[in-house]
């Protein structure tokens, strides 16, 4: 059982199915099943994920001031949350529309409202990370001094770019030479997925990258095992909703990883975990469980790890 310490966006979103992206203009489209909302946000999905498998989470992130912390926690909810580090400094919760179609692809709107200009408690991160065994930071303005602590600390700090994109690595440059673990979407990508890998190790020097490729798979970069690899995705439910696949694979790899040390495994293991989870409509379901996990892995690979 690991201690994390995840930081980043806690959103409320409007999910979407439409028939494809891009879409066709209609005045009125009427549909069941066509609209879901819940909450979500990459702190929000990996500290679900991450507490689901059994470690302990702190999830520091900021919302609006009169957000209820049932947010996070509702009625229905399988996993719960400690709310005591998501503090409502914001003048209103950030938001989301989310569009998906059946061949996984996605138009995202955001709406961060006063994000961008929002400060987190630096004394309340370096306390939280001194207790962590790793932190998990998104690329949100207000987690840049936590990268920091988090390298003073010597703690391991795994940061997720969900949208990496050349225009873009500017302002994300304190994350990236900050990682030792670096999770990357292929959604913006321009250049072979390879080489953007080996770039990015080459130039920021962490010791695991993930490419997240969709229904691609992913690829992985272990500096230590010396090892640059593609991994297929692999089927074990219908696709259903693919929003927050990339941060149930990150996060489950973080899980595994924390616990062996052994990349390929973890992501082997992600890989399961992401594909079940698009098996369900929201965020706060549709996790494996180890055993299940264990019993997937042995069914697709027969080797055990």
Known sequence: MGRFLV????????????????????GVTVRSNMVFMSTGGDAYNESLALKWLGNFVDLMALVG?????????????????????????????????VLYDNSRRRQIFEDRKDLGEAVYDEALFREQAKRAEMLVVSDADFCRPLVRIGKELRKPVAVNIREYRRDKEAYDEDFLKAADILYVSDDYLIGEPFETVKELAAKYRPKIILLG???AGVILYDKEKNIIAHYDTVKTNEIVNTVGAGNALFSCFLHF????HDSVFAVKNALLFASYKIGFMGTSNGFMSESQISQWRNLIWRDGR
């Not at 930081?7 to 209609?26: F, W």
């Not at 990883?257 to 062996?260: A, E, L, P, S």
Request: aromatic fraction near 4%.
């Open 7 to 26: 930081a980043g966006i806690v959103q409320k979103e409007t999910i979407v199915r439409v028939e494809k992206i891009p879409i066709e203009y209609s």
């Open 65 to 97: 001031q009169e957000e209820s912390m049932e947010l996070l926690n509702p009625p229905d909810a399988e996993v719960e949350l400690v709310t005591d580090y998501v503090l409502p400094r914001l003048k209103q919760t950030p938001t989301a529309v």
């Open 213 to 215: 490729q969709g229904a």
């Open 257 to 260: 990883y924390n616990k062996t």
